[in-house]
């Protein structure tokens, strides 16, 4: 559809220019660390609560003991000594601890000392 100089112009002249509104600009913060110093004071207050409110405990808990200190030891399965547990032990106990360690490999090593024990068997051929 190819249009005359004169109907161009006439079509072009059923459009009417409308002004430029305002740019709308958003209110800015006046000072944008204000919710940041709210947010860092609330959890510096709730950390100082809970701080307070477990030393209260604890000196409650104290108030219950009575006179004499009790030394708290916890003394795991053998099966389940980790390795600070089995440093502790040599540190302390040498002879206990060599007895653990002999007691742990009869039980995870296997015992070449049965008649199905694969060194038996090989001992045979």
């Known amino acids: 559809m190819v249009m005359s100089d004169e ?3 006439r ?3 059923e459009f009417q220019p409308r002004p430029v509104r305002a740019l709308e600009i958003s209110p ?3 000072n944008p660390w204000t919710p940041r110093l709210v947010a860092a004071a609330l959890v510096i207050f ?3 609560v809970s701080l307070w409110h477990l030393r209260q405990e604890t000196k409650r808990a104290k108030d219950l003991l009575p006179g004499k200190q009790v030394s708290r030891i916890t003394v795991l399965p053998q099966s389940e000594l980790n390795a600070i547990a089995l ?3 040599a540190l302390e106990n040498h002879e206990h601890f060599e007895a653990v360690l002999a007691d742990k490999s009869r039980r995870a090593l296997p015992n070449f000392q049965w008649e199905s024990s694969t ?7």
């Open 119 to 125: 060194l038996h068997i090989l001992a045979k051929e």
């Open 46 to 48: 709730v950390s100082g």
């Open 7 to 9: 109907e161009l112009e």
């Open 11 to 13: 079509y072009l002249a």
């Open 87 to 89: 440093t502790r032990l």
């Open 28 to 30: 800015r913060i006046k």
